[in-house]
């Protein structure tokens, strides 16, 4: 059975006193430190499994271990990049893409972060979205959803290891918010030799995971880039060399959706697996504001493949509680085993946080409010930007609205 640890320090937002309008392309997060800080250094290299959750964050969380912490707001930054690093500007020629190349991305978005971006990730869910004024509803184009990225050789001195990173933001264009609603679980059946079809996930995130993108940018699904580009950077590395390997998943909201499915694809497939003994490389998911993502059966085949995951999440944040606010955990236990492939069931284990500021109600959800509480454990800065409609939003899905 997973161990399951919840950690709930108070954390109050302190707002500007005069609120602003919600901008989704600036993101409330904390500067990088210029300098490290104690916890930030040897330490990280000599316990490395454990902050990847090789003993599922035993001891870890209560209270919350420095360099622990250190490396989950570590990961929250490198996610936010993808939100500052996003052209929103309709007029601009590349909206909805990278405003950077893949050398400049992390030295523009988080003022260098030690990984070297090796792909940019495109999405586009198979959906019809309606416009105004437009006589039948448009597809869907691909939209920047993340990148692909391996530490430098400083960084991986730092770290203990070599770790390969995909980094996911959240939800932004009309057809993700589609997808994001259609709660409806079916099997995801993502190894064609063992389809498993009692491990279900939800039919939007797996529509926007393995659907091709529409716009002719790159032609291939999601998963089909991100299982190439990280299966190629795992091969690069899998001599024996002695060096050790990590996989670092990382999402916000629909992008921790993605990260868990993603995480789920490789070691079903055991693309995590190097050298001639099959040694597995661990697999760990950050989620920040993640919603449920699958069944009983997905969960307990995550856990059986050791696929590790944690989840901050606000305990103010209704898109945690999202999709089965009525069929889930709780509710399977009362209902008994024959409901529970109808249920839906978090996965890994729950650092719980406390933050919340009435005169911003979307701040619950929003990324930079996520890591602030993270790094200061009391106060933070304003929570303004993804947050606000990300909140209204998903309330409809408390319902579970399909």
Same mark, same amino acid.
């Given at each position: 059975?997973?161990f399951?640890a919840t950690l709930?320090?108070?954390?109050?937002?302190?707002l500007a006193?005069?609120?602003?309008?919600?901008?989704?392309?600036?993101?409330?997060?904390?500067p990088?430190?210029t300098?490290?800080?104690?916890?930030?250094t040897a330490?990280?290299?000599a316990m490395?499994?454990?902050?990847?959750g090789?003993?599922d964050?035993?001891?870890?969380?209560?209270?919350?271990?420095?360099?622990?912490?250190?490396?989950?707001?570590?990961?929250?930054?490198?996610v936010?990049a993808?939100?500052?690093?996003?052209?929103?500007?309709?007029?601009s020629?590349?909206?909805?893409r990278?405003k950077?190349r893949?050398?400049?991305?992390l030295?523009?978005?988080?003022?260098?972060?030690?990984y070297?971006?090796?792909k940019y990730?495109?999405?586009?869910p198979?959906?019809?979205v309606p416009?105004?004024g437009?006589?039948?509803p448009?597809q869907?184009a691909?939209?920047?959803v993340?990148?692909?990225a391996?530490?430098?050789?400083?960084?991986?001195r730092?770290?203990?290891?070599r770790?390969?990173?995909?980094?996911?933001?959240?939800t932004v264009?009309?057809a993700?918010?589609?997808?994001?609603?259609?709660?409806?679980?079916?099997?995801?059946r993502?190894?064609a030799?063992?389809?498993?079809?009692?491990?279900?996930?939800?039919?939007?995130?797996?529509?926007l995971?393995?659907s091709?993108?529409?716009?002719?940018?790159t032609g291939?699904?999601?998963?089909?880039q991100?299982?190439?580009?990280?299966?190629r950077?795992?091969?690069?590395?899998?001599?024996?060399?002695?060096?050790?390997?990590?996989?670092? &998943?990382? /999402?916000?909201?629909? +992008?921790? %959706?993605?990260?868990?499915?993603l $995480?789920?694809? #490789? @070691?079903?497939?055991?693309?995590?697996?190097?050298g001639r003994?099959?040694?597995?490389i661990?697999?760990?998911?950050?989620?920040?504001?993640?919603p449920?993502?699958?069944?009983?059966?997905?969960?307990?085949?995550?856990?059986?493949l050791?696929v590790?995951a944690?989840?901050?999440?606000?305990v103010?944040?209704?898109?945690?509680?999202?999709?089965?606010?009525?069929?889930n955990e709780r509710t399977?236990? &009362?209902? /008994?085993?024959?409901? +529970?492939? %109808?249920?839906?069931?978090h996965? $890994?284990?729950e #650092? @719980?946080?406390?933050?919340?500021?009435?005169?911003d109600?979307g701040s619950v959800?929003?990324l930079?409010a996520?890591?602030?509480?993270?790094v200061?454990?009391s106060?933070?800065r304003?929570?303004q930007?993804?947050g606000?409609r990300?909140?209204?939003?998903?309330?409809?899905q408390?319902?579970?609205?399909?």
């Amino acid at each position: 059975m997973a161990f399951t640890a919840t950690l709930r320090p108070r954390c109050t937002l302190q707002l500007a006193t005069s609120p602003r309008r919600p901008n989704p392309r600036r993101l409330a997060a904390p500067p990088p430190p210029t300098t490290p800080t104690p916890s930030t250094t040897a330490p990280v290299a000599a316990m490395w499994r454990q902050v990847q959750g090789s003993g599922d964050w035993d001891g870890l969380l209560q209270p919350l271990h420095p360099v622990l912490r250190d490396e989950v707001a570590r990961y929250g930054g490198l996610v936010g990049a993808c939100y500052d690093a996003l052209d929103m500007d309709r007029a601009s020629a590349g909206y909805m893409r990278c405003k950077y190349r893949k050398q400049r991305l992390l030295e523009e978005a988080s003022g260098g972060a030690g990984y070297e971006v090796t792909k940019y990730i495109y999405a586009a869910p198979d959906v019809a979205v309606p416009v105004p004024g437009a006589a039948t509803p448009l597809q869907a184009a691909g939209a920047w959803v993340g990148y692909v990225a391996v530490s430098t050789d400083e960084m991986t001195r730092r770290l203990g290891r070599r770790d390969v990173l995909v980094s996911f933001r959240g939800t932004v264009t009309p057809a993700e918010w589609t997808a994001n609603l259609m709660s409806l679980l079916r099997p995801a059946r993502l190894d064609a030799r063992r389809p498993r079809p009692d491990v279900k996930v939800e039919s939007g995130f797996l529509n926007l995971y393995t659907s091709p993108a529409s716009d002719g940018r790159t032609g291939r699904s999601c998963r089909e880039q991100l299982l190439g580009e990280v299966s190629r950077l795992l091969a690069s590395r899998a001599g024996d060399d002695g060096e050790d390997v990590s996989v670092t &998943l990382a /999402g916000h909201s629909m +992008g921790a %959706a993605l990260a868990l499915l993603l $995480g789920y694809d #490789l @070691a079903e497939l055991g693309l995590n697996r190097r050298g001639r003994g099959g040694r597995r490389i661990p697999v760990s998911v950050f989620s920040f504001g993640g919603p449920r993502v699958g069944n009983a059966a997905f969960k307990a085949r995550c856990d059986a493949l050791g696929v590790k995951a944690l989840r901050v999440a606000n305990v103010r944040d209704p898109v945690t509680c999202v999709p089965g606010a009525l069929l889930n955990e709780r509710t399977g236990e &009362l209902l /008994g085993g024959w409901a +529970g492939g %109808a249920c839906y069931v978090h996965v $890994g284990v729950e #650092l @719980a946080l406390d933050f919340a500021s009435l005169r911003d109600l979307g701040s619950v959800h929003d990324l930079g409010a996520y890591v602030s509480c993270l790094v200061t454990g009391s106060g933070g800065r304003d929570g303004q930007g993804h947050g606000a409609r990300l909140f209204s939003l998903f309330y409809l899905q408390l319902m579970d609205l399909k």
